[in-house]
């Protein structure tokens, strides 16, 4: 593979807690304007994997590299910086602020104004203010939250908070968008309509996306590629066709081979 054709390299992660082996020399890479999807059982590793891309956990050995520059020691923030954004398994939301307002967070790592101009609302923090704001009107009217833009997180469904943290994720205009279980706890209506944003993220803006998603159907109808995982070591890697017949995956799905 030619190495401007890929975003994100993982090589030879791994990663314990204490005598638990999260993460086993895992490789594999991202490609530009892909959807990879990550697959495996419960305590797969996959969660972990998302944690040492963003910064959250440092790996004991490999590197990570993205876009050509090797992040595996970079801070979190430093991260965000350079184009990678996520949504968390578990909604990590300000759920006593507004639709609006947590959008407007997640612009912090572009905004330039000092204290005082801050303070003032003036001239470049005023101009500024307005770009921000802009930005993330075009993301409400993309997602479809018009209605619940005023609206306090937390007492919004939980299906509307994980559309809020896709839009939080896209906020940050990243190049690289990774979704930790985007559909878990949604009803299928749910499901089909964070499914049509993901992909329409996909072709309309050339996004490339790595998700983690245990609804198989849903992996197989929208992903270019699959990486499996099981305890914490890849075990296939392919088209979604080739991982559905693979038989290393059936077995640490099923406990079987069929």
Not at 7 to 27: M, P, T, Y
Not at 55 to 66: E, H, S, T, V
Not at 68 to 83: F, N, S, V
Request: proline letters at 3%; glycine letters at 8%.
């Amino acid at each position: 593979m030619e190495q401007a054709s890929v975003k994100l390299q993982i090589h030879d992660i791994s990663l314990s807690f204490g005598g638990i082996r999260a993460l086993q020399a895992v490789s594999f890479s991202v490609r530009r304007g892909e959807i990879l999807a990550v697959i495996g059982p419960n305590g797969a590793g996959k969660t972990s994997l998302i944690n040492s891309i963003t910064g959250f956990y440092r790996p004991d050995a490999g590197a990570i590299i993205f876009d050509g520059r090797d992040i595996t020691h970079l801070p979190p923030y430093k991260r965000a910086q350079l184009g990678i954004s996520r949504t968390f398994q578990n909604i990590a939301l300000y759920t006593n602020m507004t639709t609006l307002d947590n959008l407007m967070a997640a612009r912090h790592i572009h905004m330039r104004s000092n204290m005082l101009t801050g303070a003032l609302f003036w001239g470049p923090a005023q101009r500024e203010e307005i770009e921000h704001r802009r930005v993330v009107e075009e993301i409400i009217d993309f997602l479809e939250m018009e209605a619940i833009r005023k609206t306090t997180v937390g007492s919004l469904s939980y299906g509307l908070r994980k559309r809020v943290e896709l839009g939080r994720a896209l906020a940050l205009e990243p190049t690289l968008l990774l979704l930790d279980e985007p559909m878990a706890g949604m009803n299928v209506e749910e499901k089909e309509d964070m499914a049509r944003f993901i992909l329409d993220i996909h072709e309309r803006q050339g996004m490339t996306i790595m998700l983690i998603e245990h609804d198989m159907g849903l992996v197989m109808d929208i992903s270019d590629r699959v990486v499996a995982l099981d305890f914490g070591c890849k075990i296939a890697e392919g088209t979604p066709d080739e991982i559905k017949n693979d038989e290393r995956v059936i077995k640490a799905y099923l406990g079987q081979v069929q």
